[in-house]
């Protein structure tokens, strides 16, 4: 079992700046890949960035949703059990609340909701125009 809990969230203007954080506790937090999904009002929850092991070394993969692409970065630190969502360049349409969420396929970089096993409860992130 794993539990996560987001922080981070808030108010900030169009253009600014948030970094969100998502705190493991549980089992071993190396060994699960990890995501971010946002929920705006009268949407589907959607799919953010993600992080999983490199099969190849010991570093790690990402991966991010187009509409984020070179404004968010996701990030973890194994030994602080965290993972982390900078979001830069914020709009408007980032408007959500935004979960993190883990994977025990650690080597899977996964974009769909159903390959996620552990949700934290969100964020609430505004931006406004």
């Known amino acids: 079992q794993v539990q996560l809990v987001e922080s981070g969230g808030g108010l900030v203007q169009a253009g600014g700046s948030l970094r969100l954080s998502c705190a493991a506790s549980?089992?071993?937090?190396?060994?699960?890949?990890l995501g971010w999904f946002r929920q705006a009002p009268g949407k589907e929850r959607e799919f953010v960035a993600a992080i999983s092991r490199s099969g190849g070394s010991s570093g790690w993969n990402t991966d991010y949703a187009d509409s984020v692409k070179g404004r968010f970065t996701i990030s973890r630190d194994n030994a602080k059990n965290t993972v982390y969502l900078q979001l830069n360049s914020l709009k408007p349409e980032d408007t959500a609340v935004y979960y993190c969420?883990?994977?025990?396929?650690?080597?899977?970089?996964?974009?769909?909701?159903?390959?996620?096993?552990?949700w934290g409860q969100g964020t609430q992130v505004t931006v406004s125009s």
């Open positions: 549980g089992r071993t937090f190396s060994n699960y890949a």
């Open positions: 969420a883990a994977n025990r396929q650690v080597f899977a970089l996964l974009r769909t909701l159903d390959g996620y096993d552990y």
